[in-house]
């Protein structure tokens, strides 16, 4: 923008991507969602959409399509930025003044897409394979911009699932047991910044780690050589010696958590003991590190305990994490908590742009919204 920091004097309040763009207080031509033109402002500069525009493939058969692949895109993303998550929001969205210069081309003097034309471009154009594809490797292209304008020295990947609750008769949605609902399962990996590097639309009976390699692995690709070092935490669903060897083999540190058994109860037996004395009214923390081989495992491997004795309870809170790293447990112990953000990145998504509102009908429908959706995540 000219004028960052309000209208000047002289001229109206331009935007830099669309310079005939003015912003100007006139009651004729009102919008709520005029914040998104800076999200535009932020989007042109960086060229995100336009890179999504060269990624996915224009299924499109006719020669009189109105809007381009990319402005669908736009609106789509834009859109549930703004909290309209409906594809039937678009009646009201596709004559609002920002979103149609937010689209561009011919919406920016006419109107933007209807909601039948967002019905088709997200149910049908959106989920040919290769946009499929595209769009999963979209957010790590997105990611890789902004890196080259400040790049990390290191990157933390954290990967976790969640339930995506459905209703009626959808595709591939099934029961699970463990969040007691039908639903879909996805899985997600966030770097420390909070961005989503990739995800993975699932059925709802699948194990929470199934399916991780498709998606850490092309992750850690990108990586290779840009960082000087990476690192990677998830919960004791991903305990796995497939997991730990191919973490080792790419030579990355790792912090993840285990299940308890009673080998590793009896490691740590003198820590289970009620300590002598009147218990204070702070909560009192006891570590253990020692070397431990599962019957699974091809070598022993450092496992880290943190015992903690809370205020009036009878029994110690009991975690063990196996790592690769040097570091002492305490700051081990200290880096896995972190991964708890993680969590909490993942309710953000579900709050903010409700990409567990899963209405269609077909899989490959559901796999395309969300993936598209979330891409808005990672920036």
Known sequence: MAHPTGES?????????????????????????AGLLAYRELDDALGLSVMAGEMLADARTGKNGRHALVGLLRQSV?????????VNDAERLRHDPAMRWIVGGKAAQGSAASPS??????????????????????SGRWIDIVHGHRPPKGIVLDMDSSVSPTHGEQEMSVWNGHYACTCYHPLFVFNQFGDLERCALRPGNVHSADGWGDVLKPVVARYQSKVLRVYFRADAAFAMPGVYEYLEAERIKYAIRIPTNQVLQDRIGYLLKRPVGRPPNEVRRFYANFTYQA??????????????????????????????????AERVVAF????????QWIKEGKGAIKWTRLSCRTFAARRAAPASCTRLQSR
């Open 117 to 138: 034309q967002m019905g088709r471009f997200e149910t049908r154009w959106l989920t040919a394979e290769r946009n499929l594809s595209s769009l999963a490797d979209l």
């Open 295 to 328: 019957a699974s495992w091809s070598k022993p491997r450092r496992v880290i305990a943190k015992v903690e004795w809370h205020p009036g309870e009878l029994y110690p809170r009991v975690g063990f994490i196996v790592t690769n790293m040097s570091r002492p």
């Open 9 to 33: 004097e002289s001229d109206a309040l331009r935007v830099d991507f669309d310079r005939r763009l003015m912003l100007q207080f006139r009651g004729s031509v009102v919008t709520s969602d």
């Open 336 to 343: 896995y908590n972190k991964r708890g953000t993680c969590e």
């Open 78 to 86: 834009f859109g549930r930025l703004a909290g309209y998550e409906d």
